[in-house]
């Protein structure tokens, strides 16, 4: 491979690693404001498939189709979920695959009461047509609280259900 | 030879383009520090600006350094903290980025958490680089340990 391929190959990973955390922001960032809007999703972002799953690690413990995810969402009046921590593993051998990790600290108002759920997610994305979109979201909580009562004591309650 | 020129070309371009969403970011976390100095020192916290910048916050707008320098100076906190999250870069020409900031001000020693989205257009512009237009939006600043149901979704900053 010539040095201008393999320089072209460098800038285009970086600029996929970019996407990737686009495509994941623009996700969470259409869902907050829909939720803080009072406005329902009818239909899915373009930023995640219409096959991708969804799941919740216990003691929580969930599975939905995207579809199910974005309905589960109507138990929120108010939504802002902070991500950081990021890291985006492009695949070593299928350059259309990828993988993002984040922490998010993730406000919410459930049932008229304010909640905090907090915790890992680790992503995974395919290219399609040119377009990064969400195949799979894993969400492993470390806080599920509500906001008033903390987490010192206890930092996972049951919300789901 | 021509061929060869136009693909470095375009290269650079997309080298500009990565380098320049790179220099936002940083501005935007930088600015952050710069508002905890102080806290809201006027010249700190203007310091990533250019000369004719837009400032907006929920509805209300300051337009040019000075402006912005005078909101500043009209906030009051004995602490902050602030966080910048959720960085997304907009397709277009034009380096602009939207994020969520996350803030931990204690006021009037009341301990509070803060949750804003932002949308900020920097810009290289001749030899300086710096902020054009910033449009916040507040969500919440609201005592920490009341939650923002039981206690004000947006608490006084100003007073």
Same mark, same amino acid.
């Given at each position: 491979m010539s040095s201008q391929a393999q320089t072209e190959k460098r800038v285009a990973r970086l600029e996929d690693t970019v996407a990737i955390a686009n495509t994941k922001m623009e996700f969470v960032r259409q869902i907050d404001t829909a939720i803080n809007n009072g406005e329902t999703l009818t239909t899915l972002p373009p930023s995640i498939s219409d096959s991708a799953i969804m799941t919740i690690a216990a003691p929580l413990h969930a599975t939905w189709t995207a579809q199910e995810g974005i309905a589960a969402m109507r138990h929120a009046s108010f939504s802002l979920c902070f991500l950081g921590s990021e890291q985006i593993h492009l695949d070593e051998h299928d350059p259309d695959l990828a993988v993002g990790q984040w922490v998010s600290w993730h406000p919410m108002t459930l049932g008229g009461s304010a909640w905090l759920v907090a915790g890992r997610i680790r992503d995974e994305f395919a290219r399609r047509n040119g377009r990064w979109q969400l195949t799979r979201i894993e969400f492993t909580p470390e806080i599920c609280t509500p906001w008033q009562v903390g987490w010192g004591s206890q930092r996972l309650t049951g919300v789901i259900g | 030879?021509?061929?060869?020129?136009?693909?470095?070309?375009?290269?650079?371009?997309?080298? %500009?383009?990565?380098?320049? *969403?790179?220099?936002?970011?940083?501005?935007? &976390? &930088?600015?952050?520090?710069?508002?905890?100095?102080?806290?809201? %020192?006027?010249?700190?916290?203007?310091?990533?600006?250019?000369?004719?910048?837009?400032? &907006?916050?929920?509805?209300?707008?300051?337009?040019?350094?000075?402006?912005?320098?005078?909101?500043?100076?009209?906030?009051?906190?004995? *602490?902050?903290?602030?966080? *910048?999250?959720?960085?997304?870069?907009?397709?277009?020409?034009?380096?602009?980025?939207?994020?969520?900031?996350?803030?931990?001000? &204690?006021?009037? %020693?009341?301990?509070? *958490?803060?949750?804003?989205?932002?949308?900020?257009?920097?810009?290289?512009?001749?030899?300086?680089?710096?902020?054009?237009?910033?449009?916040?939006?507040?969500?919440?600043?609201?005592?920490?340990?009341?939650?923002?149901?039981?206690?004000?979704?947006?608490?006084?900053q100003t007073a």
């Amino acid at each position: 491979m010539s040095s201008q391929a393999q320089t072209e190959k460098r800038v285009a990973r970086l600029e996929d690693t970019v996407a990737i955390a686009n495509t994941k922001m623009e996700f969470v960032r259409q869902i907050d404001t829909a939720i803080n809007n009072g406005e329902t999703l009818t239909t899915l972002p373009p930023s995640i498939s219409d096959s991708a799953i969804m799941t919740i690690a216990a003691p929580l413990h969930a599975t939905w189709t995207a579809q199910e995810g974005i309905a589960a969402m109507r138990h929120a009046s108010f939504s802002l979920c902070f991500l950081g921590s990021e890291q985006i593993h492009l695949d070593e051998h299928d350059p259309d695959l990828a993988v993002g990790q984040w922490v998010s600290w993730h406000p919410m108002t459930l049932g008229g009461s304010a909640w905090l759920v907090a915790g890992r997610i680790r992503d995974e994305f395919a290219r399609r047509n040119g377009r990064w979109q969400l195949t799979r979201i894993e969400f492993t909580p470390e806080i599920c609280t509500p906001w008033q009562v903390g987490w010192g004591s206890q930092r996972l309650t049951g919300v789901i259900g | 030879m021509q061929s060869e020129q136009h693909g470095d070309a375009a290269l650079a371009a997309r080298i %500009d383009r990565l380098e320049a *969403f790179r220099t936002a970011v940083s501005a935007i &976390s &930088s600015s952050g520090a710069a508002c905890d100095a102080g806290p809201y %020192d006027p010249l700190e916290a203007t310091a990533g600006w250019l000369d004719d910048g837009e400032f &907006s916050t929920d509805g209300s707008a300051y337009v040019g350094v000075e402006a912005i320098r005078a909101f500043f100076a009209g906030l009051t906190a004995g *602490f902050t903290l602030h966080l *910048f999250t959720n960085f997304e870069l907009e397709d277009g020409d034009e380096t602009v980025v939207r994020c969520y900031g996350l803030e931990a001000p &204690s006021l009037h %020693d009341v301990a509070h *958490f803060g949750g804003f989205t932002h949308r900020v257009i920097h810009r290289q512009q001749d030899e300086v680089a710096g902020f054009v237009r910033w449009q916040q939006g507040i969500h919440l600043i609201t005592p920490a340990l009341k939650g923002w149901v039981r206690g004000p979704k947006i608490a006084d900053q100003t007073a």
